[in-house]
């Protein structure tokens, strides 16, 4: 469930609004959400949901819509519930384009395939190319908005001071139980922690809450419930919400059980169902040999063939264990001092992402790199020089907006690929190494994923949903023969056979599938005939053949990691063998769209932006040194949340003849649908503040203002503003006087690829440069003229620690010139806020940043309440400021060690114990502060 993020927008609204020449002052940093497309919406309605999509993608809007209003009757008859309002439901043809939704202020990662907003009740999902996926989700979805409904209505019916949220393991697991069956993730994820002894009581699944365990744990927990207690006690876990203050009361009010007692028994459960696994199965240390010895996600492994200038003795793989996701280089040898980097991403536009779980790389015997990666908005094919280290090819390919698996031919002339078009048709393609041209081999909306080429480069192998199970999520393997492009079954059943991989001499095929309820590596022939490589605890994914035939390379799940292992091809064990059913494989597929999509007859609309409320609020809203003005203020937008209108209304009037004349008013309307994002509003303020200095002024304002900003990628920016207004300004005592028409202009180039820990950044570079104007059209004097530089670089030392280093000066010059404070927890510690002071400053931080406990866990009266975990820094830092008429006097420094720990996911509490020094003398004693807020 995302947060509700205009708040973000309105604060920068009323920066902009309150204090123009202050532009210098507030600066931020942060990544882009870029709006690639500009997308011409359209609307579908039905009885229950109206569907929001742009014309290329019809068919899929179609059938979302069918599959949603089949959704509502399902879920109305389990809740025994009627939304009472109609349900928006916005749907993208691609994750990158649901990547660009404004409906949600924060970032899509890759691994979110929808999410339900709960403001407005909107649903957003993209389609990925795969119908039961998609399916699957968008009932998830709709458990979701029914579960909201269910909620909002409790809480008017029945007011109570406190209302109980039911935990993210219950919303999450119950949306995925009544929305797909339990597979071969769930039990991958399962079967892992009951034979490691980790599976949690249900008390402790807050500790996995934001992962993707706390979905199967939970789905899991609500499959036994539903079977052990009855469907009809999922519901009342919603439906009696009011009537207990914990959700363990209420499991024991709706079960007759104590929650504990519950929890119990599912271990239980899941012990009887997991243990006898052991008795026919070999562990990953007893009969495969680690090859990536860190733990984490580490995935897609491929060999570098002996052909090449790095010999047979080098495999490549993908992985995040730095945080980033790069692609490494390994040894065969399994010490982590031989994992090289050979492609560093996240860190730039060329290489924003490898999307390591749906995309394979691949290695030609001349030594060349074929990965895709996100670049501009699109997926690109990137061909590297391994002994070069240097890109010789990247290009995106007409018309399609993702990519995934680049598979080489023996010969190395060609590769081919799944691509996804606008309209959601996930299809193969082959492109000519020499001249770039692109051959489209199938046609349709079946799934089709992973090629690889046969050895005498006639046919490729791929997994598909264009099997007779395919409308359920299963997968089988076909070949198809470059030439005739006639397309055969390799494999047929009601289960899914996934990422297949040719053998050297081209005899067999390796593949993962999930027939056996958990994905194993089998292999098969041509004739369909083959048989499980291994029976092994636990899931093995990605099979990759070595160059001498004789063993592969696998990813293997085990302790809640992916690892990467190697195990030689053996003797298939009895029973393990398997054959085609050709009874079964003839012919076309057994579904489709078509009959589906003949029950869609509505007729779209042309989308027509409604505003709705987002927020209103009394309160004070401020900028630190400026502008206060106590009332109320709120936001509106539309649907899809691109157009923002936004106002503020307030008052500092001190007697009741000032009312009109210190009415403080403000009104914005931002518009966020294209690229270039920007805003424009007037505004009013008067009344008596304080400054950064602490000096007393009389101010009014009133005019307006344009802002904007234009991202060049997901890591850079420029933005920009410009405001005329008439200003009246009075410093208190006479010191200055100042009334006229000013008009002032700011731009700033921001970058920041920084890697996120949970109070702050850890790794990474962060680059804002700004200048701002302010002049006086009356008197054609400039009032201020301000810069600024901050730059920041953090430098990994281990897996969880970095040294943190800053440095930033400002100056600003004119008649009514910026000034600047420093001293606290944010600039220089151990001294007071505003100890520092003046129109230029400059200084420098370093910090070394470290672990101390990965979680706390408070005791009674807290009932085991968790805090994510205390973090250590070491720091130094070192500055001063002065006036345009003095030489830059001695800095000043401090050093010192600061205790961290973040609260919530949303503040961190800092406390510093620091030492002042002019670099002469260290002071005695130590400084202490208390502060909220991020590291720098």
Known sequence: MKKNGLLVGLTAAFLFAAAAPAAAQYYAFGKNKVQYENFDWLTLKGEHVEIFYYPQEEPIARL?????????????????????????????????????????????????????????????????????????VLHHEMVHVFQFSIMEESYKKHRRASYLVPPLWFSEGLAEYWSTKWDAQGTMVVSDMVLEGSLPQINEFWKYDGTFTVYKLGQSLCQYIGETYGQDALRRLYTELHREDSFEKLIQRVTGVPARRVSEDWILAMKRRYFPEVKDRGTLATMAQDRAVSQGVNLKPVAVPDTTILGGNRYLFISARSGYTNIY??????????????????????????????????VSRGGELAFVSKWSGRDALFI????????????????????????????????????????GQSDLYVMRRDTGEVTRLTNDYYADSDPTWSPDGTEIAFSSDRTRYGKEGHHNLFLIDVESLDVRYLTCGPWTDQTPTWSPDGSRIAFASDRDGMYEIYTVNREGNGARAARILGATLDPAWLPDGKSFLFTGFNRGGFGIYQMPVGTPAPGDSFSLDTALAQGPPQWSWDETLARSTEA???????????????????????????????AFSDLLGNRLYYFQVGNTAQQASEILSRMNLAVWNVRREHRWNYGFGVFHSAGNFVDIVGDDYFERRAGGSLIASYPFSRFRRIDGSMSLYYDKKDRFGGLFEREGLLATHSISIVSDNTLWFPTGPRDGSRLNVTGSITTNLTSGRNESVTLLADIRRYFRVSQWTSVAVRLQGRASEGADPQRFVMGGSLSMRGYPRRYFEGTRMAMANVEYRFPLLDHVVLGVPFRGFGLPGLEGAAFADAGSAWEKFESMPRPKGS???????????????????????????????WEREFYLGFDY
Do not use: C
């Open 384 to 423: 590297m020089d391994l002994a070069k280290r240097e890109v010789v090819f990247r290009s995106h390919v007409e018309d399609l907006i993702s990519l995934a698996s680049p598979a080489w031919s023996r010969d190395g002339t060609k590769i081919a690929f799944s691509g996804l078009r606008a309209s």
């Open 604 to 634: 779209p609309s042309k989308y027509q932006a409604h505003y709705g409320l987002d927020l209103i609020q009394g309160g004070i809203s401020a900028a630190a040194t400026e502008n206060v003005s106590e009332g109320f203020q709120g």
């Open 64 to 136: 979302a819509l069918i599959l949603a209003e089949e959704s509502y009757q399902d879920l109305s008859a389990k809740f025994q519930h009627e939304v009472p309002r109609m349900i928006p439901l916005i749907v993208y043809s691609s994750h990158h384009h649901f990547e660009q939704t404004n409906v949600s202020p924060f970032f899509v990662p890759e691994g979110v395939q929808g999410f339900t907003e709960f403001m407005k009740g909107r649903v957003v999902l993209p389609y990925t190319g795969s119908f039961a996926e998609f399916q699957h």
């Open 329 to 362: 280089s390994a040894t065969y040898r399994g010490t982590e001092r031989n994992v090289k980097s050979v492609v560093r991403g996240q860190r730039g536009a060329q290489f924003e992402s490898f999307h390591p779980f749906q995309s394979r790389i691949d």
């Open 895 to 925: 050093f010192g060690i600061g205790l961290r720990m973040n609260l919530l996911g949303y503040m961190v509490l800092r406390y510093d114990f620091a030492k002042r020094t002019d670099f002469e003398r260290v002071q005695p004693g």
